[in-house]
């Protein structure tokens, strides 16, 4: 069958296919809208209108908000095929727009940690029905420029929102919060009245299915080596979020630029909302570009070079003594995600057992949960203990330029780790499993081992409970101590 072309092309996909992607379009703006400048907002001073948080408590704080939007898919997909699109898209978007309704109303620390979570947890239940319905209302003819649609939709919505959130927050950071509520609150209307479920098969999975296969897939040793060591380039990631931000607002003069748009008649105040501008724009101008040049690059090849690309943009900034530099930086690092990310999905299929691969790419956004949890909170430490004193110093750069140095060090680690890992374990044999098995339990033992001692540390040798201290440990003790017995279970 010929495929078709044009705009025979557009008119082959249905109106809820359309409609998925406008209610894309709606809840990545309100994501990135906020996100864009949540980490200033939460660590500016109540004078400047913020809520004068810790870098490092933001850190946490983003880990594991992030983390929660990796994870609740897993279960938001099976409530979805079970219960209808429809009706969890309802619930998406209620609680979408009550969290971040919710988030700027608050003031506490664990008040704001809630809304946020809540927000989370919709973004969870909405990313599977999305994604489920572009896959359930294309074919093999125009699937390819159906989620080429949706990825332009994600990017669009990155890119418009934090220019409005430009204007609104000069009113109000609540502003800010209302807007993003408002997007996901207006999605209500059109899935009340005219989104209907795509077809879907008519046995589905219950959630113990889903358990089981996550279980299954969280066993296989050597995809979770994979996982962790690409992981590595996706700390660099959400450095976007958290450092970037702070760093821009601390250290970068914004006049050059400002000056150069005010000389075109283009009044601009650069700020850290258009962190996120660059980004998406940069994708929008250049993916289908990157996406010919390397086309026929084998994938491992081409996410090595692509996670290259990143670290060249960290040394950019290790070297940003001025705004150009810093828009430099991120549009580089823009290029190197447009580049690897793209090509890991076709790894992912290359190294999953050939009878689960429908299952094991079902897992592969995983790399977001390590890279969030990790990078987040990584960051947020490392900026408050290295950069923050260095704010009145009258020449931080050589310590500027360690902060992102070590950065780049860890993107250079994830390339070399997955240049081995494709030498050693691209091959699913039972010797790779095996080495896989015994690498992993060693590193869920690590694991365990710091999270025990962060526990130790935090109940009977600090004079005062640290919560954020005590909640990290429980995590790592979690996530080692099952990874173990996953791994034995598997083994048996």
């Known amino acids: 069958m010929d495929t078709p072309r044009g705009l025979g092309l557009l008119r082959s996909y249905p109106r809820v296919f359309w409609l998925a992607n406008v209610m894309e379009l709606f809840e990545r703006g309100a994501y990135y809208g906020l996100n864009s400048v ?20 933001v850190g946490f704080l983003q880990g594991l908000i992030y983390a929660a939007t990796y994870i609740i898919p897993i279960l938001g997909g099976a409530l979805a095929d079970r219960y209808g699109y429809r009706r969890m898209l309802l619930v998406a978007f209620s609680f979408l727009a009550t969290g971040y309704f919710l988030a700027g109303q608050m003031s506490g620390y664990g008040a704001v940690f809630a809304s946020l ?4 947890s919709g973004s969870g239940l909405f990313k599977p029905i999305i994604s489920g319905t572009i896959a359930r209302t294309t074919n093999e003819q125009n699937s390819g420029f ?31 919060f209302m807007a993003s509520s408002l997007y996901c609150g207006l999605m209500l ?27 299954e897939v969280l066993g296989d040793a050597r995809f979770m080596l994979m996982i962790f060591v690409y992981s590595g380039f996706w700390i660099l990631y959400f450095q976007n979020f958290g450092s970037v931000l702070w760093f821009l607002r601390d250290f970068i003069s914004p006049a050059p630029i400002n000056g150069f748009f005010a000389s075109i008649g283009i009044p601009l105040s650069f700020d850290s909302e258009h962190v996120t501008v660059i ?79 429908a299952v094991y790419m079902g897992y592969a956004f995983l790399y977001g949960v390590v890279g969030s949890l990790i990078g987040s909170t990584l960051g947020g430490m490392m900026y408050e203990t290295l950069l923050k004193p260095l704010i009145s110093s009258p020449d931080p ?9 070590i950065f780049a060090g860890l993107g250079f680690v994830a390339m070399a780790g997955l240049m081995l890992y494709n030498r050693t374990f ?36 600090s004079p005062t409970v640290p919560y954020r201290t005590v909640v990290q440990a429980v995590i790592m003790i979690i996530l080692g101590s099952g990874g173990i017995t996953i791994s034995f279970r598997k083994t048996s």
């Open 426 to 461: 691209a091959a699913d044999t039972p010797e790779t499993r095996a080495l896989a098995r015994k690498i992993m339990i060693a590193l869920y033992t690590v694991l365990c081992l710091i999270g025990l001692w962060f526990l130790y540390t935090a109940l009977f040798r």
């Open 279 to 357: 980004n998406a724009g940069t994708i929008i101008l250049l993916q289908v570009v990157v996406s010919k040049l390397v086309k026929n690059v084998p994938p491992l090849r081409a996410m090595v070079i692509g996670i290259g690309i990143g670290v060249l943009g960290f040394i950019c900034l290790s070297f940003a003594s001025n705004v150009w530099i810093f828009i430099l930086g991120i549009a580089v690092f823009s290029v190197g995600e447009m580049t690897a990310h793209p090509k890991y999905y076709s790894y992912v299929g290359l190294v999953a057992p050939q009878d689960r691969k």
């Open 146 to 176: 159906g989620f080429g649609i949706y990825y332009w939709m994600i990017n669009l919505g990155a890119f418009l929102a934090p220019l409005i959130v430009s204007y609104l927050k000069g009113f109000s950071w609540t502003w800010v």
């Open 397 to 405: 750069s050589g310590d500027i330029r360690q902060f992102w140095l």
């Open 38 to 57: 949540l980490a200033i907002y939460l660590t500016n001073t109540i004078a400047e209108g913020g809520l004068g948080f810790t870098e490092q408590s």
């Open 189 to 215: 209307l059109p899935t009340v009245f005219l989104f209907r479920d795509p077809p879907r098969p008519p046995n589905t999975r219950t959630i113990r299915e889903v358990l089981t296969g996550a279980a």
């Open 117 to 120: 979570l809540l927000m989370a």
